[in-house]
């Protein structure tokens, strides 16, 4: 069964996300920015969700990280009910 480690940073609305997303392309650190601006428990690991399988996660989420965004780049906003995430897929499991 295919399985993936990412990280995350979840924020309440798209403006923060994309804000967000503009700081990492601009070279700030995804660690630091999800530690600091992350609404979610992750944020005090980094945003680090750990292994995960297809279903563990909301849909919207899942489509991403076992989708085709290449492994180390960070998605565009991706909307959930928890709100907006700007997700990392850091490896990919077979």
Not at 74 to 85: A, L, M, N, R
């Amino acid at each position: 069964m295919t399985r993936a480690l990412a990280r995350h940073i979840l924020v309440a609305t798209e403006t923060e996300a994309r804000d967000l997303k503009q700081r990492l392309e601009g070279g700030e650190d995804f660690i630091a920015l999800a530690q600091e601006c992350s609404i979610c428990q992750s944020a005090a690991v980094g945003g680090t969700l750990g292994e995960f399988a297809p279903g563990d996660m909301v849909p919207e989420f899942d489509a991403v990280v076992f989708g085709d965004l290449p492994i180390g780049s960070v998605s565009d906003p991706v909307k959930t009910e928890f709100g907006y995430h700007l997700i990392e897929v850091q490896e990919r499991l077979n």
